[in-house]
């Protein structure tokens, strides 16, 4: 601008919010249904400046702030299995979480300042709020999907999901998101599961192959932002424990996805990447009754 010169203008986010959850089900024949009570904590800093780095007569802006969350947050989950013909069966499932309200605490602080020498000089404090109590709304989720299963070799998966981020609600401002969705499919094959000890060992393994494809909350100059990705991996189980009448079984899995989010229409980013993950699934069998003491 000819009136002030040049101005700048930096924005810096960090920080993310954590979920410790706990989740429990129950069965009824072949109806299964559970539920998920998590809690969410974490705190989100935002950082922005306006500067003018030509203009000695003008001051420059700065603003931070904190958004610290603190609340229970419930999803619920369904499920059907049903046996078809020839050693095939049919898993339905459906899993949701209602339209929430977190509670949060923000910490705002702004304030005119200049540079004298390379060294910030408060010049006045604009804003200066403590823990204000607020709340943001996360939308409703709603999710569905099936896996076709044949035998102990092979198993098909496909898994839908929407929510409705156009409601979310940040400090009274709406609108900022758009509805985003999620669909993903996968495979996997176990050339013998029940392999003897004296087979080789990579009849045991689980294979696992698929593709995922979101299409984001965000949508930057009217380009909606979208990310996919391919995935593979495997599963490596563990020796078999027998726990009364049963046995059990644990598994070391491995999988990695290659994938792209953005675009770089409209002078937008567009990411590549490649992820790598290790899991544990731990099986046991507790509070068996003991035949002998």
Known sequence: QDSIGTVNYSYEGKGGINQVYLGNGFKVKNLSAGVNVSYLFGDLVYFSRDSFPKASNF?????????????????????????????????????????????????????????????EVIKDTVVNE????????????????????????????????????????????????????????????????????????????????????????????????????????????LRKIKAGEMYSQSVINLGFEIGQRGTTDNQLIRERYFNAFVSFTLNDRWFIKRKYD
């Open 59 to 119: 001051l420059n802006t700065k603003l931070s702030q904190t958004t610290r969350v603190s609340d229970m947050y419930y999803s619920y989950g369904l499920q059907y299995r049903q046996p078809l013909k020839k050693d095939w069966s049919l898993t339905l499932g459906t899993t949701g979480s209602l339209k929430s309200n977190i509670n949060i605490k923000k910490t705002t602080f702004a304030a005119t300042y200049k540079n004298d020498f390379g060294v």
């Open 130 to 237: 403590e823990d204000v109590k607020d709340t943001i709304t996360l939308p409703l989720m709603f999710g569905g999907g099936f896996i076709l299963k044949k035998g102990d070799k092979w198993l098909f998966g496909f898994d839908y999901s929407v929510q409705n981020w156009s409601e979310f609600n940040s400090f009274g401002q709406q609108g900022l998101l758009k509805n985003s969705s999620k669909m993903a499919v996968g495979i996997q094959y176990i050339p013998n599961k029940n392999a003897g000890t004296k087979e080789p060992y990579v009849k045991k393994v689980f294979y696992r192959a698929g593709f995922r494809y979101t299409d984001s909350y965000l949508e930057l100059k009217n380009t909606a932002l979208k990310d996919y990705a391919i995935t593979f991996g495997a599963g490596f189980p």
